[in-house]
Every structure is written in structure tokens, then in C-alpha cells.
């Protein structure tokens, strides 16, 4: 039975992946989040009215569709909260709809004063949103993390306090110098304690009875852990792979695996951009996407498509085709460019995705021009695309060695276009 269907960002994020999960939630029954924490932020339209949505599953807005969050995410308690708040306000949101696994781990407020300290002392900074995801993850692997089972367990969340605060004096000091934090922190764990379960294996088991499940990625394949332009990268595995190794399922229920790429290319944060824009093309791109981060609000940095990059990701995901979102950005601009190649002053040519941030800095990108289109593209069919957007999708398509099989063509649910 192929009824899981896994839907990822195939760059640096903010590829409006929520907008799709928003579309294809309409057929799931379950849409669950498998990495990656309050760094993400997914902006709907419900109703007309904008949502930004950092935790929860953008799926939860579809009534009657079941939102969870399995073991490979880190889960801040106070925000989730707030943002349960949000969310109430235009749809009611039981323990029922939500699942929130005890596997996941917490992010304290230690965790986020050490991303600030460690992103300010820093000579070469990520960039990060300052959430706390790396500390948290880092104590994860390192096997000092707070899961969120035992986060909402008073019990086993003072004795973890305890043995940390006992090995780490700083720990100790954090929590006597930051009280009104951790009062707030231990707060919320009594109002998400309904919501905590065993996630997995209701996923594992709906999956199995033949539920359709849709997984959706938080950040970009671009920003993975292992695959990404490490070090400037998020501290999961944002890629397809992430997926069943959060939940723990079987593979073979796979159906469909899914990217979305923006039309062009953005980044926030630091790291390597071959095909970014620092002039006023750039500017216009930035300015025709509304290209400011929906957790940080920091401006983003814009660039023509970056189709080397895209099929590294495309082939490292085994991805069935790529949604290409934002197209109507492009309208107005004369001439687009496909960034299809690499040139780096001692490598020569590179058509292969490099793996080291340093190569990746001095690659200057080989372009491909294609002509633009002045017409709007919202409110049309795939049929009805001027010439020069049927040409242009094509394009990737071949740049890519892929298939695209949807485009996003505005805000609204309504503006998708299907193969
Ligand atoms: P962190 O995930 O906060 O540790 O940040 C690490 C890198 O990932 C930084 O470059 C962030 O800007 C980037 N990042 C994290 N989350 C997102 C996202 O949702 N969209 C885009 N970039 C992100």
C-alpha cells in the first residue's frame, strides 16, 4: 500500500512548502512533521487572514485531519502554546487532532541562550534563527536531551533539571539568573501533557491500516545536516530519509515523494549562494516575493534558480518531481536566468553539487537565459501559461533531469496548476 506520501524543501527553505501541505492535506488523514523545530515557519492564507505557523503541522487547518509531530522534532513548549492559542482561533484543535510524541525532545530556555552565546562569540556565524535548535539537538545526540515525555512529567522533567544542573554549573546558574523563563517553561507543560503520546506508533499503526499519511519537511535539503552546505546548515536531516527515521515505519508504504523549489532561489542566514543577486535584479526579486523570513522577519537573500543545486537535491531524495512555487514572481522580469553549471578558478567546470563550502564560495554560476513573460499568472490553468512560462518550466524541468509536476502561481489555495 503506498499511502505515504513525503513532501520536502529542495533549497535553503522558505520554498512555501505550507502552502502545498495546506493543498495536499486535503486527501490525508494524517499530516505529521518529522524534524526541525520553531526555526521553521509555514505562512497560510485561511479565510484571507495570514497564519504563521512554526510548530504545528500546516495541515491542522483542513477539520478533521490529524496533526503530529513525531521523535525527530525539538519542540519549545512555551511557543507551541502560544501557538495553540493561534490556532484555536479558527479551528478546534483536541489531543484527538494533535499528536505530540514523548520522543521529541524539548528546547529549554538554556538551550536557546546557548545558540545566542555561541552564534555571538562565533568568527564565522550560521546565521541561525537563535531558537535553539543546534544546543538542542547537540544535547540530543549527546544523550543529555529532555524528551517530551518526561518534560511533562514533573517528576522526571526536576530530575532531569537536577542531573543537569548537577554536571553543568553554568546550567545551575542559568536557571537561578533566568527565573521568569523556566517559570514560564515549567507552566506549559501541565496544558500540553493531553497532547503527548506515543505519536509513532499511532502513526506507524494508521499507516499500516492504510491511513493517508503526508510528511512534511520543516527547512530545505539544502540546510541538511549531512547533504546541505555544511556547516551552514539547520542540526536535522531535513531530507526524505529523515522522514522514516523519525517515525519508524515501513519504507514500502512510500507513494509519492515531493519538493518544492521556489522559481528562483533564496537563503537566510549565512553560507555559499553561487547564483545570489547583491544588485538590483536581486532587489526586484526580493521585492516581487515578499522575501522576509516568516520566523526571524530578516530580509532574504535572492538569486536566479540554482538547477545544479536543485538536482543534487532531486537526485539525493529520489524525489518523483518538484513543485515549482512562486512562478508568478517572475512576471515582469525580461529575461530569466538557469544557473546550469559552475566555474571555479582551479576545478574548471563543475555540473556536480560540491561538497565543500569553500569550493562552493568560489563557484561562479554558468547561466542559461530564457525569455520572460509581463502577464500575471494567477487564476490560470497549466494549459493557459504564456508561452515563455511553459518554455521556462520546461527548462528546469531539463536543467534539473527531472519532472515538474505542479506550479504555485500565488498565495491562495487556489493558485496551483497541476501537470
Ligand atoms: P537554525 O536551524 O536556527 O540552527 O539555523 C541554521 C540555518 O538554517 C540558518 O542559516 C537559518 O537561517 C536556516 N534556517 C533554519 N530554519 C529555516 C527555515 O525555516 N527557513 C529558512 N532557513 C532556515
Redesign the pocket.
Known amino acids: 500500500m503506498s499511502n505515504v506520501t513525503i513532501l520536502v524543501g529542495a533549497q535553503?527553505?522558505?520554498e512555501g512548502k505550507g502552502k502545498w501541505v495546506d493543498i495536499l492535506a486535503e486527501k490525508a488523514q494524517i499530516v505529521a512533521r518529522f524534524q526541525?523545530g520553531n526555526?521553521?515557519?509555514h505562512t497560510l492564507y485561511v479565510d484571507g487572514q495570514k497564519v504563521v505557523l512554526h510548530q504545528i503541522p500546516s495541515g491542522a487547518f483542513r477539520d478533521g485531519t490529524i496533526g503530529a509531530l513525531s521523535a525527530g522534532v525539538v519542540i519549545n513548549p512555551v511557543q507551541l502554546v502560544e501557538e495553540l492559542g493561534c490556532v484555536q482561533q479558527f479551528t478546534d484543535l483536541p489531543p484527538s487532532r494533535l499528536w505530540l510524541s514523548v520522543r521529541a525532545h524539548v528546547i529549554t530556555p538554556w538551550h536557546i541562550a546557548q545558540?545566542h552565546a555561541q552564534e555571538s562569540l562565533a568568527t564565522n556565524p550560521?546565521?541561525?534563527?537563535?531558537?535553539g535548535?543546534?544546543p538542542t539537538y547537540e544535547a540530543k545526540y549527546a544523550r543529555r536531551g529532555l524528551r517530551l515525555g518526561h518534560y511533562v512529567d514533573d517528576e522526571a522533567r526536576m530530575a532531569w533539571l537536577a542531573e543537569r544542573s548537577h554536571v553543568e554549573p553554568a546550567f545551575r546558574a542559568h536557571i537561578e539568573d533566568h527565573k521568569q523563563e523556566w517559570e514560564a517553561f515549567h507552566r506549559q507543560a501541565a496544558v500540553l501533557r493531553p497532547y503527548v503520546c506515543d505519536s509513532e506508533l499511532r502513526l506507524r499503526s494508521s499507516i499500516e491500516q492504510g491511513a493517508q499519511v503526508l510528511l512534511e519537511g520543516?527547512?530545505?535539503a539544502l540546510?541538511d545536516i549531512d547533504h546541505g552546505t555544511y556547516p551552514?546548515?539547520?542540526?536535522s536531516s531535513t531530507m526524505v530519509g529523515g522522514a522514516p527515521a523519525s517515525v519508524g515505519f515501513g519504507v514500502k508504504h512510500i507513494g509519492q515523494i515531493l519538493g518544492v523549489a521556489k522559481a528562483y532561489t533564496t537563503r537566510?542566514?549565512?553560507?555559499p549562494f553561487p547564483s545570489e543577486l547583491e544588485d538590483s535584479t536581486g532587489l526586484a526579486l526580493a521585492r516581487a516575493g515578499h522575501e522576509f523570513?516568516a520566523?526571524t522577519g530578516r530580509p532574504r537573500r535572492c538569486g536566479w534558480l540554482d538547477a545544479v543545486a536543485l538536482r543534487h537535491v532531486y537526485k539525493a531524495n529520489g524525489l518523483d518531481g518538484i513543485i515549482l512555487n512562486k512562478m508568478d514572481v517572475l512576471s515582469g522580469f525580461s529575461t530569466l536566468k538557469i544557473c546550469t553549471a559552475y566555474d571555479h578558478p582551479t576545478l574548471g567546470r563543475i555540473t556536480d553539487f560540491p561538497w565543500d563550502p569553500h569550493v562552493l564560495t568560489d563557484c561562479k554560476p554558468v547561466y542559461e537565459i530564457h525569455p520572460g513573460w509581463s502577464e500575471p499568472l494567477s487564476q490560470r490553468r497549466w494549459s493557459d501559461l504564456p508561452a515563455a512560462a511553459k518554455s521556462y518550466i520546461s527548462a528546469v524541468a531539463q536543467a534539473i533531469d527531472g519532472e515538474v509536476l505542479m506550479v504555485g502561481t500565488g498565495v491562495n489555495r487556489g493558485d496551483a496548476l497541476y501537470r
Not at 537566510?268 to 553560507?271: F, M, Q, R
Request: glycine share 30%; no cysteine; charged share 15%.
Open positions: 535553503w527553505g522558505d526541525g526555526n521553521a515557519g545558540d550560521i546565521g541561525t534563527t537563535k531558537r535548535i543546534g520543516a527547512q530545505g540546510l551552514f546548515v539547520t542540526s537566510v542566514g549565512e553560507g523570513g520566523t
